[in-house]
C-alpha cells in the first residue's frame, strides 16, 4: 500500500510535470528519466532511473522524489514476453 505522503508526492510531482515541464524536456530529453522534488520544484535528469533518482537523493536527501520517463506514461515496464 502507498503512503498518503507518497500519494501526495506523486500527484505534486505530476502536477510539476503536466505545468511547467512537458513542454520544456519532451523534445530534447525524450525518453530520459526525471526525478522530481516537488516541495522545492527541482528536478534531475539521467539516462536511467537510477541516475535520475541518486542526482536527486544528492541533492535532497531527506525528501521523496517521483520518478517519470518522459514523454511516457510510465516510468517502468514490468512485465514478462511469452513466447
Known sequence: MI???S???????K????????IRLEDAQFGRY???EP???DYFLGDTFDEA???ALERHADRLTHT???GHPAALHLGVLVQ
Open 7 to 13: 500519494q501526495a508526492v506523486s500527484a505534486d510531482a
Open 68 to 70: 517519470i520517463r518522459i
Open 34 to 36: 526525471a526525478a522530481i
Open 53 to 55: 533518482v541518486n542526482a
Open 3 to 5: 503512503s498518503k505522503e
Open 15 to 22: 502536477r510539476i510535470y503536466e505545468q511547467r515541464l512537458r
Open 39 to 41: 516541495i522545492s520544484g
